[in-house]
């Protein structure tokens, strides 16, 4: 699934597949030995690329208040994506 076509789904949709990003990015971190195969994107760059835009797809007064932007750019530090 691309991209845009998540972002066609509602924000139910929406807000449980972050929430999924956010678990792999836990999971991928710990006990997963940093092995893109347990990340739903199936690599790092895409996996923060859909989590980035899915947040973005959200208006001020609709984000997560359970994941930030913030935090997002950091699980990217983790995982290698942007540099520290």
């Known amino acids: 699934m ?9 924000s139910r949709f929406r807000y ?18 940093r092995s893109p195969r347990c990340l739903w994107a199936g690599n790092e760059a895409e996996h923060i690329e859909y989590m980035t835009k899915i947040h973005d797809s ?3 007064d609709a984000k ?19 540099e520290k």
């Open 2 to 10: 691309t991209v845009e076509e998540v972002l066609q789904h509602d």
């Open 16 to 33: 449980m597949l972050l929430g999924r990003l956010q678990s792999d990015c836990e999971y991928y971190l710990g006990y997963g030995n």
């Open 58 to 60: 959200f208006g001020e």
């Open 64 to 82: 997560p208040e359970w994941l930030t932007m913030e935090q997002i750019k950091e699980y990217s530090r983790e995982m290698g994506v942007t």
